[in-house]
């Protein structure tokens, strides 16, 4: 579960379609989330995904799951500015509490 | 205010000091935890705690150590403190067994120890 990772950096510009991507390690995961950090605050929970999904959309933001590759990709669409923060794919591990999150991606919207 | 709250923000020291940082929830939750950002914004468990069962990450030298006095607060003491302990540190808490578990963050604690 230690393993997650992620690219570090994305630029788009605003009003095109941001897609992060998330590799994990672990296949007992019972759910992986995406948290975002925006600067100087804490993590605030986006969305979320339980690992018998292959998707799930909510507004804006598209989640795409792929356990037989664990890969999780989160689709922003329409990217506006305020959208530019960091975002952390995190996984919690059947059995345990607590969360493991991937290396972060720091997501720049150009206007 | 509602959530999870950490004191204090900001937190500069010495080499070889020892300091806490309070963590305090209202939301009812029964597990906390304590994660580290570091430089590199590379975000690591340290600890969860729910009153009965401490769990350590076995990376996390023993001169961290948490402390609940109840339910609703973690806080972190660290001992002796070294440059390479400067990071955000984040409090964190749930409810176990509730739907996909979401966990709540405090607003993180910047660490420089100099």
Known sequence: GEDVEQSLFLSVREGDSSVINCTYTDSSSTYLYWYKQEPGAGLQLLTYIFSNM????????????NKKDKHLSLRIADTQTGDSAIYFCAENLAGANNL??????????IP | DT???QTPKYLVTQMGNDKSIKCEQNLGHDTMYWYKQD???????????????????????N?????SPDKA??????????????AVYFCASNLR?????????????RLTVL
Do not use: C, W
């Open chain 1, 54 to 65: 292959d998707m799930k959309q909510d507004q804006r933001l598209t989640v795409l799951l």
């Open chain 1, 100 to 109: 493991f999150f991937g290396t972060g991606t720091r997501l720049t919207v």
């Open chain 2, 3 to 5: 959530a999870v709250s």
């Open chain 2, 39 to 61: 430089s590199k914004k590379f975000l690591k468990i340290m600890f969860s705690y729910n009153n009965k069962e401490l769990i350590i990450n076995e990376t996390v030298p």
């Open chain 2, 63 to 67: 001169r961290f150590s948490p402390k």
């Open chain 2, 73 to 86: 607060h973690l806080n972190l003491h660290i001992n002796s403190l070294e440059l390479g302990d400067s």
């Open chain 2, 97 to 109: 067994g509730t739907d996909y578990n979401e966990q709540f963050f405090g607003p993180g604690t």
